[in-house]
């Protein structure tokens, strides 16, 4: 007989954060559907979606509901399990982030102390990057089972894309990792939620905006939504795609602008630290549990008002050309990263060793 | 059994059948992705053998990199079952014949190794932590280190080179 020596309150405490977590992801998600249409109407000066409930809040239900309900259609000549492999494998990759985001400090639950953090692995910034460079799979793999060329050449244009701005992404992390000393992202939470520490961005202005291009890059968003530039290649990658699996593809995206969201404001603006308070005598004076859903709710308004950011930035700047895309990517953007790499390392060592002049 | 025998078993069962699915699949794009799930399945030996950073930076490089360059490739040329040249025999049995020997030096170095009866190293090992990794690398093997990336510099830019032509 098998035995497995697993203790069960773990699992299930860690198997109910998962969850938890997974359905606010989707919430947040459908919602930014909702979010992205009322920003582009008051940008463009009209009222946007008003018609399903109050404010049209409904109105990604009745979205969701419309795209389960269309009909489910597999081109003859695609290549039927990767074809359908494609959007799942989007949607997986763009839920992976998650596990290593810490979403609080920590709360008590019949006298078990839960972290908000699915897995605290010391590595927590290279799985990121790990679980980004799959992200790439999905795209790929779902253009090229359509068997359209326009799938297929939207999908290799996304994969370079990515892969050509994952590299400025990763220096701009490397000098901020200089700094933190730490892969963990609970321990760069901590130090900048510690009394006297500064948030990331005071320290690293110039990486903070290399990252945030870079992830409006990754997520496929104007100005970089190459992939799905419709004037240039119909639809892009997910042309061939109806009913929901085109929805996982929609969907995906923006999963990923929301894990892009609270990672930035994670490395960059303190987590869950709330600001201007001190969190530790917060938890002296209002319990644990308090605090926890405070410096939650603190987590999740920055990562609203960043994706508003992005939102923002695609009602009001035009897609690039994809020549201009490149060049930006390694004309402009690793060169910047590289230097500010070179200013971080130069100002850490004489920080640590003194002026040696 | 253990929980950490029965993650071991089943990575290598991943392991050994993506590494066989490389080889006899015909359809290229097919040996590419059961290649990604081999490397997959040998992170997650890495894992437990308690060296995470090896295990994400194989995923981050191979995985990640490198097969979406095939991927690349392949997707590019439309290698297809049908245009796919079949190498003739004598280079196939030759080919098997290399395979093996390497297979029997690989044995043979490493029948004697200390560590053969260990499975995993869930906790205990910390070597293959970022922080022990980079105190060796850059104390004891800074210069082979900095050897290296001065040959990633010059493959780098022999590859600008030849592509600028």
């Known amino acids: ?357 | 059994m253990n929980i950490t025998e029965i993650l071991f078993w089943l990575l290598t069962a991943v392991a050994l059948g993506g590494a066989l699915l490389v080889v006899t699949s015909k359809n290229p794009v097919y040996s590419v992705l059961a290649l990604i799930a081999t490397f997959f399945a040998l992170s997650g030996h890495y894992i437990l053998l308690n060296a995470q950073f090896l295990a994400v930076v194989n995923l981050i490089v191979y995985a990640g990199a490198i097969m979406v360059l095939f991927l690349f490739v392949i997707m590019l040329m439309n290698l297809n079952t049908e245009t796919e040249p079949q190498k003739n025999k004598w280079l196939k049995l030759a080919g098997t014949i290399a395979g093996g020997c390497f297979l029997l030096v690989l044995v043979a170095a490493l029948r004697e190794a200390d560590s053969k009866s260990t499975m995993a190293l869930v906790g205990e090992g910390d070597t293959g932590l970022i922080q022990n990794l980079g105190k060796a690398l850059f104390n004891e093997y800074v210069i082979p280190f900095e050897i290296s990336s001065v040959l990633f510099l010059s493959a780098m830019v022999g590859a600008v080179v030849l592509g600028k032509k």
């Open chain 1, 1 to 357: 007989m098998i035995q497995l020596a697993i203790d069960l309150a773990f699992v299930l405490e860690k198997a109910i954060l998962i969850g938890g977590i997974i359905s606010v992801s989707l919430l947040v998600a459908m919602y930014s559907t909702w979010a992205e249409r009322k920003v582009a109407g008051f940008m463009q000066d009209r009222l946007g979606p008003n018609r399903a409930g109050p404010f049209g809040l409904f109105q990604p239900l009745a979205d969701g509901l419309k795209l389960f309900m269309k009909e489910e259609i597999i081109p003859n000549a695609s290549n039927k399990f990767l074809f359908i492999l494609g959007p799942g494998l989007a949607m997986m990759t763009a839920m992976m982030t998650s596990a290593v985001i810490p979403w609080g400090k920590q709360i008590e639950i019949f006298g078990r102390t839960v972290d908000l953090q699915i897995a605290d692995i010391n590595i927590g910034i290279l799985y990121i990057f790990a679980v980004l460079s799959m992200g790439v799979y999905g795209i790929m793999i779902g253009g090229w089972a359509s068997n359209n060329k326009f799938s297929l050449l939207a999908a290799l244009r996304g994969a370079s894309q990515m892969i050509s701005y994952e590299l400025a992404m990763g220096l701009s992390i490397i000098a901020l990792l200089m700094l933190t000393g730490s892969l963990s992202l609970k321990t760069i939470v901590e130090l900048q939620s510690a009394s006297g520490g500064w948030w990331n961005i005071a320290y690293q202005p110039l990486g903070f905006l290399i990252f945030i291009v870079c992830a409006f890059a990754e997520c496929n968003r104007t100005p970089f939504d190459l992939p799905e530039a419709e004037n240039e290649l119909n639809f892009g990658y997910h042309q061939e795609y109806s009913s929901m699996k085109l929805g996982f593809y929609l969907f995906a995206e923006y999963i990923n602008m929301f894990m892009s969201s609270v990672l930035m404001a994670t490395l960059y603006f303190g987590g869950y630290d709330i600001p201007f308070v001190n969190d530790a005598s917060l938890i002296e004076s209002m319990g644990m549990n308090l605090v926890a859903v405070l410096q939650g709710l603190s987590l999740f308004l920055k990562a609203a008002f960043f994706i508003f950011v992005f939102m923002w930035v695609r009602w009001t700047i035009p897609r690039f050309r994809y020549d201009q895309l490149m060049h930006l990517g390694w004309k402009v953007m690793i060169p910047l990263a590289l230097f500010n790499m070179l200013i971080t390392a130069i100002v850490v060592l004489i920080r640590e060793n003194g002026w040696p002049f």
